[in-house]
């Protein structure tokens, strides 16, 4: 079978710095692209490169095979998928939509829903691995949806990621993805406090790394964020906002499901606090903050 | 110079399952070797090896240039180091005290002032790496004292660790274990609570350690601990009771630095619900039982 990627134009709407790594790639593997961001300007380079620039997020929908949309809020993906003039009002019959933002468990589960009484196919497909990941096409995809519609998006998701995994049904992606946060959110409250007080301690919290680094106290976080925040460098990486929002998204799913979740918690009052301090566009490293004070 | 520790035997006292390979390192290493443990049956392959068993600690402290100790609980350490018939009591000046059990901050700077009253040395000097680490003499060896007692012990510790470092004064290898411990907490809350989330959610929790087992999630605790969570394999590894320890040191110690700690609080009330139901003798990673509940 020929697939309909091949015989229509792929789509991608949401050309930030993630997105517009992504449709770079697609466009370099040779699929014809049509692309659409609120702000034009941020669509320049792929335009220069080939791509074509639809007027709307509507018209995406109503000239491409496979429509891949990586949005900031919930919200945002709510109205492009369900709003008029949406994504299911102008996809035809047949199209696979891949939402590859990280949202709503529950959103997700009901563009699937939605999608379907219109013979239209949706993939929850959030990432990991951060604008890096993105640029080396090094992600890790978290894929929910029917077993049929993940392969036929394999291929192209492989152009995008090198982790591919279908975690179940529709909205298990987005599980995925939340369970993941979870995870970091745990690694980083233990790190800026166990460098908070080596500092408190008067040690040379550079020193502590030296013994504490390759351990059971090893993480991700501990590696590549702490000689960040020891050296005062809150750039993003990883917008303090956008952990915000996913911490928001797991306490929400979490409730639905009567999880227990009282690590994400504290994360969420410490990273409130670190918004209400002006941290929103800073690295979510900037925690540190909340901790650093020498004695 | 010839050093001390070549002239008169090496003392250790505490052969638990860590102090037990420690002490068989030093004897394999050709050191004259006196050990001293209060229940003596765990002394007997060491004393079939050469060990020379005495009846005391002070015995110990009596007949030997440089003293080890690996204790269970810093009022162990507070008996033993402080307590008639102590170290501090019995040994000879210019005798080097290293106590490696992980203990108050407080308490080794209180040992090391008496300590000096009477020209004894004294280094706190807790490890990570645990049994195996222990086994395999690749401990990280954490250090506060004075400088040239580290660099007379230096050469000893070689035998038993790899990563040995000066961290500063007189309770600076406390104070960078429970950082240490710090770091392990919330790095271990994250992972129970996000493989916890994801069996709420239906997930299969190998699968998703798949999507998020090698990003911005990794860690020491998801690589190591997670599979044997998920295999409800609670078997220790590090027992929950001797981390309930340490978390209690970290608590103490922080209040008295006013060092922020919300992390280790909380991992201090999850642990003790876990002591509470019965958990003492597990391995820290038993933790995923207060989150593990199919829905």
Same mark, same amino acid.
């Given at each position: 079978?020929?697939p309909?990627?091949?015989?229509?134009p792929?789509g991608f709407?949401? +050309?930030?710095? *993630?997105? %517009?790594?992504?449709a770079?790639h697609?466009?370099? $593997?040779g699929?014809p =692209?049509? !692309?659409?961001?609120?702000t034009?300007?941020?669509a320049d380079?792929?335009?220069a490169?080939?791509a074509?620039f639809?007027?709307s997020?509507?018209?995406v929908a109503?000239?491409?095979?496979?429509?891949?949309t990586?949005?900031?809020?919930?919200s945002?993906?709510?109205?492009?998928?369900?709003g008029p003039?949406?994504?299911?009002q102008n996809a035809?019959?047949?199209?696979l939509?891949?939402?590859?933002?990280?949202?709503?468990?529950?959103?997700?589960q009901?563009i699937?829903?939605e999608a379907r009484?219109?013979?239209i196919?949706?993939?929850d497909?959030?990432?990991?691995?951060?604008?890096?990941?993105?640029?080396?096409?090094r +992600?890790?995809i *978290?894929? %929910?949806?029917e077993a049929?519609?993940?392969?036929r $998006?394999?291929?192209? =998701?492989? !152009?995008?990621?090198?982790?591919?995994v279908?975690?179940?049904g529709a909205?298990?992606?987005?599980?995925?993805k939340?369970?993941?946060?979870?995870?970091?959110?745990?690694?980083?409250?233990?790190?800026?406090?166990?460098?908070?007080?080596a500092?408190?301690?008067?040690?040379?919290?550079h020193r502590?790394?030296e013994?504490?680094?390759?351990?059971?106290?090893g993480?991700w976080?501990?590696?590549?964020l702490?000689?960040?925040m020891l050296?005062?460098?809150?750039?993003?990486?990883?917008?303090?906002?956008?952990l915000?929002?996913?911490i928001r998204?797991a306490?929400d799913?979490?409730?639905i499901?009567?999880?227990?979740?009282?690590?994400?918690?504290?994360a %969420?009052?410490?990273?409130?606090?670190?918004l209400? $301090?002006?941290?929103?566009e800073?690295?979510?490293?900037?925690?540190?903050?909340l901790?650093?004070?020498?004695?």
């Open positions: 079978m020929q309909l990627a091949h015989t229509f792929l709407i949401g +050309l930030g710095v *993630m997105g %517009g790594s992504m770079g697609l466009l370099n $593997a699929y =692209l049509n !692309i659409f961001n609120r034009r300007a941020k380079a792929l335009i490169k080939g074509y639809c007027e997020a509507a018209e109503r000239s491409s095979s496979v429509v891949f990586m949005l900031g809020m919930p945002d993906v709510e109205e492009i998928y369900l003039p949406g994504l299911l035809k019959p047949g199209t939509l891949i939402d590859m933002t990280t949202s709503s468990p529950a959103l997700a009901k699937f829903t009484q219109r013979e196919a949706s993939l497909a959030p990432v990991s691995g951060g604008d890096i990941g993105a640029r080396e096409a +992600l890790s *978290m894929v %929910g949806g049929s519609d993940f392969e $998006a394999l291929p192209l =998701l492989k !152009i995008l990621g090198k982790t591919i279908l975690q179940g909205g298990s992606g987005q599980h995925t939340l369970a993941n946060q979870i995870a970091i959110a745990g690694a980083m409250l233990g790190v800026c406090e166990a460098l908070g007080y500092k408190r301690a008067g040690l040379d919290p502590v790394l013994s504490i680094g390759s351990g059971a106290a993480s976080s501990l590696t590549n702490a000689p960040r050296a005062g460098n809150f750039e993003p990486g990883f917008l303090v906002k956008h915000v929002k996913d998204l306490l799913s979490g409730a499901l009567n999880a227990r979740t009282p690590t994400v918690s504290l %969420g009052e410490l990273y409130e606090e670190l209400a $301090a002006g941290g929103a800073q690295g979510t490293q900037a925690l540190f903050r901790f650093d004070s020498t004695p």
